[in-house]
């Protein structure tokens, strides 16, 4: 050993000792003296909706972090829709085309949304709120769409304004229906959990999800005709949609309309109950007496522009194919950071409160 390592431990051992420690207790580093195991301070473990689905996947059954939020139900569904995709493109093959295309059309509209309802019911840690509500925000998003689409059809004079109202007006209309119903709801309901307010909001948007889905896959069923119908001297004209008795030609032309039935059975209803998330969230930290972290509403409010963005940025359309996929697909992305973040934040919230009150 070294003369300067021998001086070093000498002058260590005279900082240790018991009659120096007063005189020289700004001298003793933590790098002599480690403070216990206990009395370490240590970050509280933060609950994901990603650790939840894993929690709920794994065997272990103790009592931790997850133990209320285990989504095992909506695991479950998943399998079966699985299964049930599967029997359904074999039956296909089988059965009656026209009848099985029917139960595909309703079968593909209503999977995930109810999957997204289910999963964000099984993370709520407190379950205090009544399924009947969960059923009316799920009615009200159905109502909302058949709204929207008759006012629609309805004021469209021209052709040339649809593409700005698809784009533009219809997400502002449906950001801002949502969003004042989900305060209505909150408020007759004195719901002040995020989880909650974030539940009937992912159930307002599934519900329009539903009926989105459903109207492009009926869509999908409806081939253009021309039609001329001779009676004596004059003759009927016609220009239209219509049911073509001739299961080929439908198939063609679902074949030809696959993109938007993708978009509307899977994109749009994972995207909704994104930005729904984000609604429910606003509505919950923005009323009086909230629960949990709070920021200036002005910032919330900015959150639910964002969204409304985010659909007008889905919905645009343009004469270059790459650019519609480069859009959608910053969309989902983007709807997918804001929408598990919010989700996280308000499960967060959600147990901190429940350990608070069990510790009472």
């Known amino acids: 050993m070294s003369n300067n390592d021998l001086q070093s431990s000498k002058k260590t051992e005279d900082l240790l000792k018991f009659n120096n420690l007063d005189k020289n207790e700004y001298l003793v580093t933590a790098a002599v003296i480690e403070p216990p195991i206990d009395k370490v301070e240590t970050k509280p473990k933060k609950a994901t909706l990603m650790g939840a689905v ?47 295309l029917g139960v595909i059309a309703i079968f593909a509209a209503i999977a995930i949304p109810l999957l997204m309802i289910t999963l964000n019911y099984e993370i709520c840690p407190k379950k205090t709120f009544s399924f009947y509500n969960i059923i009316i925000s799920f009615i009200f998003g159905i109502a909302m769409y058949i709204a929207i689409d008759a006012v629609v059809n309805a004021f469209l004079v021209k052709n ?58 009926l869509n999908s069923l409806f081939v253009s005709v ?74 919330y409010y900015l959150l639910v522009v964002l969204v409304i ?30 929408g598990v973040k919010t989700i996280n934040g308000a499960l967060n919230t959600g147990l901190e409160l429940n350990i608070e009150e069990d510790n009472i």
């Open 54 to 100: 894993l929690s709920a996947i794994s065997l272990n059954k103790n009592d931790d972090l997850y133990s209320k939020i285990r989504p095992r139900k909506t695991l479950v569904s998943l399998i079966l829709i699985l299964v049930f995709t599967i029997f359904l493109y074999f039956f296909y093959e089988i059965a009656d085309k026209k009848l099985i």
């Open 160 to 217: 040339i304004y649809r593409a700005t109202i698809d784009s533009v007006i219809i997400p502002m209309v449906w950001g801002i229906s949502e969003l004042i119903f989900i305060a209505l709801i909150c408020k007759v309901n004195n719901i002040s959990e995020a989880n909650t307010s974030i539940l009937l909001a992912i159930s307002v948007g599934m519900g329009y999800a539903t009926a989105l889905a459903l109207h492009e896959l």
């Open 226 to 299: 021309e039609l001329i119908i001779n009676e004596g001297t004059t003759s009927i004209h016609y220009v239209g949609s219509a049911i073509v008795d001739n299961i080929n030609i439908t198939q063609a032309n679902i074949i030809n309309t696959m993109d938007e039935l993708i978009a509307s059975c899977f994109f749009y209803p994972i995207a909704i109950s994104c930005w729904s998330a984000v609604i429910g969230r606003v509505v919950v930290i923005s009323m009086p007496g909230s629960k949990g972290k709070r920021a200036s509403s002005f910032s």
């Open 309 to 338: 963005g985010l659909y007008m940025l889905s919905n645009f359309s343009t004469s270059f194919i790459n650019l519609d996929a480069a859009l959608k697909i910053t969309s989902i992305v983007v709807s997918l950071f804001l």
